[in-house]
């Protein structure tokens, strides 16, 4: 599976329906020091390397107030994935779970997602430590950690909805 795109024992593979036009568009590119899939970390950390997140030019005002905000998430497209195994053999070695109990980025719509410790913003580029992802990989979106994000929004009845009876 993820590696290398191959299959590996007891791993199964479907043929995905074909696709539905979302409207996703990819708003820039992140630039990591990764060519190769065996290089580049599973999981990013808070002490890797500095990647810049480049955004293209319709979307930088939509970086203004970021710099607020220690740390972001980061949505990409894993752009380099087969998108048709259900079950994955992480360890490669016959036993398999089901794709959706892993973050391997090999899924019917492989995005990933990683909490990334902000350096600084400018001129369209998010300076940041934390990424996984291969050099290149198209961006989908850039939001505060929901952990340190605040609802600008005043508060609404189902703010506090429980759902309990
Ligand atoms: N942190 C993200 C998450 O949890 O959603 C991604 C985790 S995924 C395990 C990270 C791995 O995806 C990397 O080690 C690399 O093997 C692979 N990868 C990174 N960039 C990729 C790309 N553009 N296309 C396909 N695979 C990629």
Request: hydrophobic share 40%; aromatic share 6%; glycine share 10%.
């Amino acid at each position: 599976m993820v590696r290398l795109n191959e299959i590996r024992a007891g791993e199964v593979a479907v043929e995905p329906p074909p696709a539905t036009d979302a409207g996703l568009v990819f708003i820039g590119r992140i630039r990591t020091p990764w060519t190769d899939r065996l290089g580049c970390p599973r999981q990013g950390r808070a002490d890797g390397p500095a990647c810049r997140i480049e955004v293209f030019p319709p979307w930088r005002d939509a970086l203004d107030g970021v710099a607020l905000y220690a740390r972001l998430e980061v949505l990409y497209w894993l752009d380099r994935s087969r998108r048709d195994l259900v079950r994955q053999s992480p360890a490669d070695d016959g036993t398999t779970r089901g794709t959706f109990s892993l973050r391997s980025p090999v899924r019917p719509n492989p995005i990933g997602t990683s909490i990334v410790t902000l350096i600084g913003v400018g001129d369209g580029v998010v300076h940041v430590r934390g990424l996984d992802c291969l050099d290149g990989t198209p961006l989908l979106d850039i939001k505060p950690d929901r952990a340190l994000f605040t609802p600008l929004a005043p508060p609404q009845a189902g703010d506090a909805d429980t759902g309990g009876a």
